[in-house]
Antibody
Framework: EMQLVESGGGLVQPGRSLRLSCAAS????????MHWVRQAPGKGLEWVSS????????GYAASVKGRFTISRDNAKNSLYLQMNSLRAEDTALYYC????????????????WGQGTLVTVSS | DIQMTQSPSSLSASVGDRVTITCRAS??????LNWYQQKSGKAPKLLIY???SLQGGVPSRFSGSGSGTDFTLTISSLQPEDFATYYC????????FGGGTKVEIK
């Protein structure tokens, strides 16, 4: 069974850092691009970042560019999101999601999502 | 980035009603448009991809249409389990989602 399990969320002060992880199982991890999508409390979905199967193609939303870094370890079937200089507006449930393609692009969509890990940025 | 505008932002409907949700892109996105359903406390679920292709396991009462800048998601006969929030998402360029449409019980 295909599964994505996020971890690493929690309460953090503004300006501090946090690293999220997503453990994948049930599929060949290095055959697919992966994404982080977030959802602020009571708000809509916001795409955050994507990484290709071989980490050669990476993209970020303007709202996080320069502060967040996506990475993956195909040997460990894991996806990561290093979040630095956190702001109150980064408070959200962070989902990892599996692309249907090797590289995120035209035609990408998400069939599989994790259940999310909650990040709260507050003093 | 391409902006996706959904309308309405919410609607009230009864079981058995035909429901239509629209999504407009700020520029042409061909048919690179996907629809998701999200129930409270759950991850989104893919309903439609490439504007009109029904994802496996999704009931046939759901359908999608459109191309270019204007798209619609139609639920032909609303069922109790369909009360949820629906999002469109474009993948023509840097991924963006619409703001969502909440479908509530009338």
């Amino acid at each position: 069974e295909m599964q994505l399990v996020e971890s690493g969320g929690g309460l953090v002060q503004p300006g501090r850092s946090l690293r999220l992880s997503c453990a994948a199982s049930g599929f060949t991890f290095d055959d697919y691009a992966m994404h982080w999508v977030r959802q602020a409390p009571g708000k809509g979905l916001e795409w955050v970042s994507s990484i290709s199967w071989n980490s050669n193609s990476i993209g970020y939303a303007a709202s996080v560019k320069g502060r967040f870094t996506i990475s993956r370890d195909n040997a460990k079937n894991s996806l990561y999101l290093q979040m630095n200089s956190l702001r109150a507006e980064d408070t959200a449930l962070y989902y990892c999601a599996k692309d249907i393609m090797l590289v995120s692009g035209s035609g990408s969509y998400f069939v599989y999502w994790g259940q999310g890990t909650l990040v709260t940025v507050s003093s | 980035d391409i902006q996706m505008t959904q309308s309405p932002s919410s609607l009230s409907a009864s079981v058995g009603d035909r429901v239509t949700i629209t999504c407009r892109a700020s520029q042409s996105i061909s048919s690179f448009l996907n629809w998701y359903q999200q129930k409270s406390g759950k991850a989104p679920k893919l309903l439609i991809y490439a504007a009109s292709s029904l994802q496996g396991g999704v009931p046939s009462r759901f359908s999608g249409s459109g191309s270019g800048t204007d798209f619609t998601l139609t639920i032909s006969s609303l069922q109790p389990e369909d009360f949820a929030t629906y999002y469109c998402q474009q993948s023509y360029s840097t991924l963006t989602f619409g703001g969502g449409t909440k479908v509530e019980i009338k």
